[in-house]
């Protein structure tokens, strides 16, 4: 009973203390590209702290609160279906597909919260924000289809124990690991996909009227997205890893690129953006699907 406590406590800390190392080194990366020093690297953690310990000042009612709590109690739950080196927790039979479904509890908790602020802005940013997850869906579900119909299974588990030995699904659907890479990266919402958000649009969107520590645990909620997101392709494409710290080197290589991309492109427009996802990244999908189809 006690180990399993600790586990609980221990494995979220973990996605947590993940999250906040790439967001730290995401400035530092952000800044060398651009020729600057940037902030100290530890600088996320006195946000964070600052935003916790801040009083809010502002309140648009209960849902206006439980929304960045409902955001973060669903990615706390994502993280419990992710398998990691040495330990799967919420695993069996369609975690998978279950994880999918839990992964989009994020978006709708922001959304309930942000929708009672009668703020243009953050209305904008959460149809932005539900709109540009509508585009992703489809090619997500497309390359999920192939990679379960790959493992003829639906545990998660059981399709990184299948990619044991270097037999990653990055070489066996490389198709799909392209496209999934694209996915994730279009879910993190990085350049070009920083619509959600767009400070000189919007206003940072659906957090304009979030302050001390529901902003805060929307932070939090942010660095458990990264870890979710990233990890997911890890295990789907890359074969998960023997031990954590193999698991943190291939998370962050993945971050690495996705962030080196980040300083290149421009921002779409939602429009743009849900084209692009159902043009290019569907269609390289369908292809990879028809492969496994037809094997």
Aim: charged share 10%; glycine share 8%.
């Amino acid at each position: 009973m006690v180990s399993t406590i600790l586990i609980a406590i221990c494995v979220p800390l973990l996605a947590f203390a993940i999250g906040l190392t790439f967001i730290m080194f995401k400035l530092k990366i952000t800044a060398r590209v651009q020729r600057r020093y940037g902030p100290p690297i530890i600088q996320p953690i006195y946000n964070l702290l600052k935003l916790l310990l801040k009083e809010d000042n502002i309140s648009h009612g209960v849902i206006f609160s439980l929304g960045p709590i409902i955001a973060l109690a669903g990615s706390i739950l994502a993280v419990f279906f992710i398998p990691i080196p040495g330990l799967n927790l919420l695993t069996g039979s369609g975690d998978l597909i279950a994880l999918l479904y839990i992964m989009a509890i994020g978006s709708l908790g922001m959304a309930l919260g942000a929708g009672n602020t009668a703020n243009p802005n953050a209305s904008i940013g959460i149809s932005r924000a539900l709109t540009l997850m509508f585009g992703y869906d489809l090619p997500l579900v497309i390359i999920v289809i192939s990679v379960i119909l790959q493992y003829h299974t639906t545990n998660l588990a059981d399709i990184v124990a299948a990619q044991a030995n270097g037999h990653w699904t990055l070489w066996t659907l490389p198709l799909s690991a392209i496209v999934g890479f694209v996915v994730t990266y279009g879910a993190l919402g990085e350049h070009p996909f920083d619509i959600i958000t767009a400070p000189h649009e919007v206003a940072t969107g659906p957090m304009v009227e979030y302050g001390g520590k529901h902003l805060g645990f929307l932070m939090i909620n942010h660095m458990f997205h990264i870890y979710i997101e990233i990890a997911l392709f890890v295990d789907l494409f890359l074969g998960g890893a023997s031990n954590l710290f193999w698991f943190y080197i291939k998370m962050f290589g993945v971050f690495f690129i996705m962030m080196l991309c980040d300083e290149v492109f421009l921002r779409f427009k939602i429009d743009d953006a849900v084209r692009f996802f159902w043009k290019w990244p569907t269609v390289v999908a369908l292809i990879s699907l028809i492969i496994v189809l037809v094997k």
